[in-house]
C-alpha cells in the first residue's frame, strides 16, 4: 500500500514539474507568424459576400473571429480528408501543424479582417 501511494505522489509531482512529459506536446500559433502565411486566405476568405464557383457556386465563409480551435480543427479536417471542399483540401494539404495554429491564431483573434496584410502592404 504504501508502495503505490509513494508511485502515485512521484507520478503527481513529476506531472506538475514537467507537464510536456505527460501530455502531446501542443503547438502555439503565433498571429505575427501568419502575416507572412495568410496570402492564401485572403484571396476567398476576405472579400465580403464573396461567392466562388468551384466546385459549385457557394457563399465563401468569413473566418476572422472564429474560434481559434474551431479553425484549427477545420484546417485539419481538410488535410485529413475528414472535409470534402477540394480548394480547401489542397491548401490544408500543404500545411503545417504549426501553419495552422499560426492561421487559427491570427484569424481567431478577431481583430484582424482577411484582407488586413494585404491593405496594409499598400
Do not use: W
Not at 65 to 76: F, I
Not at 84 to 91: A, V
Request: one cysteine or more; charged letters at 15%.
Amino acid at each position: 500500500m504504501k508502495s503505490s501511494a509513494f508511485a502515485a505522489t512521484v507520478f503527481v509531482a513529476a506531472s506538475l514539474a514537467c507537464p510536456s512529459l505527460f501530455a502531446a506536446d501542443a503547438v502555439q500559433g503565433s498571429a505575427e507568424a501568419a502575416r507572412n502565411k495568410v496570402s492564401m486566405c485572403i484571396g476567398c476568405h476576405g472579400i465580403p459576400g464573396y461567392k466562388a464557383s468551384f466546385p459549385s457556386v457557394y457563399s465563401v465563409p468569413m473566418i476572422s473571429g472564429q474560434s481559434p480551435k474551431y479553425l484549427e480543427n477545420a484546417l485539419m479536417a481538410y488535410k485529413k480528408g475528414e472535409r470534402s471542399h477540394p480548394t480547401m483540401r489542397g491548401i490544408a494539404a500543404g500545411l503545417s501543424d504549426q501553419d495552422m495554429a499560426d492561421l487559427a491564431a491570427y484569424y481567431g483573434g478577431g481583430q484582424q479582417s482577411a484582407a488586413a496584410p494585404a491593405a496594409a502592404a499598400k
